[in-house]
């Protein structure tokens, strides 16, 4: 048992001291590079941030899009999202959003896309309280 954790036995006179040296190795690897681990919440409150202003497509709209052969851009999803956000600044609840010839239902308080109709179908539109169009 000449040393234990490569620190030579009888070097240390007491068990503060050897407390002290542990303490300072621990502090000296973590100033030297460690990565310091960021907190849950901190991790979550960012995530959830994010999700926020991301818009969400019910199951139902998914279903809608596939059975309709509707394939969104990057350019025509980008504006569904603006409209989408233009309709929250104007204190819209339900809004009907229209990008080109495609009409999205979107829940602009749970920021979800709840349906999408494309040009040529039945054009009525129920318990919506504003529109945007795009």
Request: without cysteine.
């Amino acid at each position: 048992m000449e040393e234990i954790m490569n620190i030579p036995v009888n070097q240390y006179p007491s068990i503060e001291q050897m407390t002290q040296q542990l303490n300072a190795v621990k502090n000296s690897s973590t100033a030297a590079g460690r990565q310091i681990t960021t907190p849950f919440s901190e991790i979550l409150k960012t995530k959830q941030a994010a999700e926020a202003n991301e818009l969400k497509f019910s199951k139902h709209a998914n279903e809608r899009l596939a059975s309709r052969n509707i394939d969104l851009t990057d350019e025509q999803l980008e504006r569904l999202e603006n409209g989408a956000k233009r309709a929250s600044e104007k204190g819209i609840n339900e809004s009907l959003v229209m990008v080109d010839d495609l009409a999205f239902i979107v829940n602009v308080k749970n920021n979800t896309v709840i349906t999408a109709v494309k040009d040529g179908e039945d054009k009525v539109f129920t318990n919506i309280d504003g529109a945007v169009i795009m």
